[in-house]
């Protein structure tokens, strides 16, 4: 059963107005913020944002700002986690306290810990794990600005850091939420559609096997605006899959180039 936080803090997080909401449609049938049911938030990517990790990405998805950062393949401390015929997949997802509103304590609660276990069963299925056994993969993504749907925008920068580190992979792996708001299937929840729509259903996808990897649903949803919601999702899926797809395109031939262009000065 999808419970409803506080309005007032709802309204607080999205917008000075303390007033409470009448609807999270408009007169003339759009969203508060101006979107179409099945439009996306505005979506910036970067590939390759932090030095230290061996790969990263930073993903801003509306007004979330989320940075992913992964290490590996390493060797795995301590040993004894080691599994014998695959890597060991870490996932870490934390939200800065500077991240939402009300101050978040810097200590890892209970849905940082379920949303780092959800994560990492979303992107796993997209790593060869079994070409690195007794050995660690750690992908760590640090939420620094909220605004509905975390996790999904998450799963997608992460995906991308793991390119960026080289980790061989059957695919990206892409998030999107959809949702039912004012009893009608919308894609890509805001914060303030999230808390108080009828129904919140994040998915992964990956996306050229077509495999779905995370889906979760918090709401009550007919079968038939199940069926229309997972429909959606997958299309949102694959707009942002287009977007990461061009982002790695863009940076490694940039990166390309580069090398061609050094190469090129060490011969003269
Ligand atoms: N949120 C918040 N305080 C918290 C946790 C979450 O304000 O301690 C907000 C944040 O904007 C987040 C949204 O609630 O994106 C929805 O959280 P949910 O647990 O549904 O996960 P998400 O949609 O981010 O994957």
């Known amino acids: 059963m999808k419970k409803k936080r506080s309005v007032r803090r709802v309204n607080s997080v999205t917008s000075s107005r303390k007033e409470p909401l009448e609807s999270l449609l408009r007169k003339d049938g759009l969203r ?35 940075v992913a950062a992964v290490y590996g393949p390493r060797e795995l401390h301590p040993k004894h986690l080691a599994l014998p015929d695959k890597a060991l997949v870490r996932c870490e997802y934390r939200m800065a306290t500077f991240s939402v509103e009300e101050r978040k304590s810097p200590a890892p609660g209970r849905r940082e810990v379920e949303l780092s276990k959800v994560i990492r069963e979303s992107l796993e299925p997209a790593i060869f794990v079994y070409k690195y056994p007794r050995a660690t993969i ?34 990206l792996v892409v998030g999107c939420a959809v949702g039912k708001i004012e009893g009608k299937v919308a894609v890509d929840l805001s914060d303030v559609e999230d808390k108080l729509g009828d129904g919140d259903m994040p998915i992964a996808l990956m996306p050229t096997k077509k495999v779905i990897t995370l889906l979760q649903c918090d709401g009550n949803l007919t079968p038939e605006e199940f069926k229309q919601a997972l429909e959606k999702g997958i299309v949102a899926c694959e707009k942002i899959y287009e977007m990461q797809r061009d982002v790695l395109i863009e940076r490694y031939s940039k990166v390309r180039d580069e090398v061609t262009e050094e190469q090129r000065e060490e011969e003269e």
């Open 32 to 66: 508060l913020d101006g979107r179409g049911l099945d439009d996306l938030r505005p979506i910036r990517m970067e590939v390759g944002v932090l030095d230290n990790a061996d790969g990263s990405a930073y993903i801003e998805h509306g007004r979330n700002k989320i």
């Open 138 to 171: 750690d992908i760590f993504i640090q939420i620094l600005q909220a605004d509905g749907g975390t996790r999904c925008a998450g799963v997608t920068a992460a995906a991308l850091a793991l390119a960026d580190a080289g980790v061989p992979m059957r695919d």
